[in-house]
């Protein structure tokens, strides 16, 4: 098997992108819905985040080279992510500050706890989130770079070995042993095979194994099917059923995505939403 050349993008990933975070858009306008008008539709939305997660192993795959050392891709990471993170979540707590109301003012070590992407216990809501809420999907994000980074110091095919392992590793580690601690909450769950299923798809694109496109048209239908029919309770479940009524669908809407991926139109909206 040869493997395939890194192209600079995939339009079919980047028209997914626009679509999942359409998804998430719609999920939370559902949520105000809800708190304005005491109406409120299914939380599928919500699942356009299991979509990114496992874009995100997908795209970490195939465009990460054997040449990238660990530090230059943890710094790529980081300028992408932390700067715009940084500002929205600052001001959130400068109009905490400047705006006083019923509610007590978050403490300083739950700001820094969500700068630096360590899971807590949230002082305003009593849930596992950052003060910016919409950035726990991050702290997944972090976590997984921070494992794939240090994947980069093996070749490609023990990269690999290492990256599953160490996420099956730790998922395994939450059934067998219950903890309290958001920490091991978070970095136990089955979600993170979420992304290790990415880093499968990309391996398999890599090989050129993928289906062809008319096959991926079926799996895309599938997975939006199953999306459809499954739903889940809540949103912040971060348990194996979200992985199987949302993680799995997502898995084959991807795999169907990027099997279409030489049938793939200029589409200048997706592309932008993609962006």
């Given at each position: 098997?040869?493997?395939?050349?890194?192209?600079?993008?995939?339009?079919?990933?980047?028209?997914?992108?626009?679509?999942?975070?359409?998804?998430?858009?719609?999920?939370?306008?559902?949520?105000?819905?809800?708190?304005?008008?005491?109406?409120?539709?299914?939380?599928?939305?919500?699942?356009?985040?299991?979509?990114?997660?496992?874009?995100?192993?997908?795209?970490?795959?195939?465009?990460?080279?054997?040449?990238?050392?660990?530090?230059s891709?943890?710094?790529?990471?980081?300028?992408?992510?932390?700067?715009?993170?940084?500002?929205?979540?600052?001001?959130?707590?400068?109009?905490w500050?400047?705006?006083r109301n019923s509610?007590?003012?978050?403490?300083?070590?739950?700001?820094?706890?969500?700068?630096?992407?360590?899971?807590?216990?949230?002082?305003?809501?009593?849930?596992?989130?950052?003060?910016?809420?919409?950035?726990?999907?991050?702290?997944?994000e972090?976590?997984?770079?921070?494992?794939?980074?240090?994947?980069?110091?093996?070749?490609?095919?023990?990269?690999?070995?290492?990256?599953?392992?160490?996420?099956?590793?730790?998922?395994?580690?939450?059934?067998?042993?219950?903890?309290?601690?958001?920490?091991?909450?978070?970095?136990t769950?089955?979600?993170?095979?979420?992304?290790?299923?990415?880093?499968?798809?990309?391996?398999?694109?890599?090989?050129?194994?993928?289906?062809?496109?008319?096959?991926?048209?079926?799996?895309?239908?599938?997975?939006?099917?199953?999306?459809?029919?499954?739903?889940?309770?809540?949103?912040?479940?971060?348990?194996?059923?979200?992985?199987?009524?949302?993680?799995a669908?997502?898995?084959?809407?991807?795999?169907?995505?990027?099997?279409?991926?030489?049938?793939?139109?200029?589409?200048?909206?997706?592309?932008?939403?993609?962006?």
């Amino acid at each position: 098997m040869t493997q395939l050349e890194v192209q600079p993008q995939l339009s079919s990933i980047q028209y997914l992108r626009g679509i999942a975070a359409m998804m998430v858009v719609f999920f939370h306008a559902n949520g105000m819905t809800a708190e304005y008008f005491g109406s409120t539709w299914s939380p599928l939305g919500a699942a356009g985040v299991d979509i990114f997660f496992v874009i995100s192993g997908f795209i970490m795959w195939v465009t990460t080279g054997a040449r990238r050392t660990p530090a230059s891709f943890i710094q790529h990471r980081i300028v992408r992510v932390v700067p715009l993170y940084w500002c929205v979540t600052l001001a959130l707590f400068s109009s905490w500050v400047i705006f006083r109301n019923s509610t007590p003012l978050p403490p300083l070590e739950n700001l820094l706890k969500s700068l630096l992407f360590i899971p807590h216990i949230s002082a305003r809501t009593g849930q596992i989130e950052p003060l910016l809420i919409a950035g726990w999907t991050l702290n997944f994000e972090m976590f997984f770079y921070a494992i794939f980074a240090l994947s980069l110091l093996l070749s490609g095919r023990y990269r690999a070995i290492l990256v599953f392992s160490v996420l099956t590793s730790l998922v395994m580690i939450g059934q067998v042993f219950s903890s309290s601690n958001p920490v091991m909450i978070t970095y136990t769950s089955p979600l993170l095979l979420e992304f290790a299923l990415g880093c499968l798809l990309g391996l398999i694109y890599q090989y050129q194994l993928l289906p062809r496109p008319s096959l991926g048209v079926t799996l895309c239908i599938l997975g939006v099917v199953l999306l459809c029919v499954a739903g889940t309770d809540s949103a912040a479940d971060l348990s194996f059923r979200r992985l199987l009524y949302w993680g799995a669908p997502s898995v084959l809407i991807v795999a169907g995505f990027v099997s279409l991926e030489p049938t793939a139109r200029d589409n200048r909206l997706l592309s932008l939403l993609g962006a």
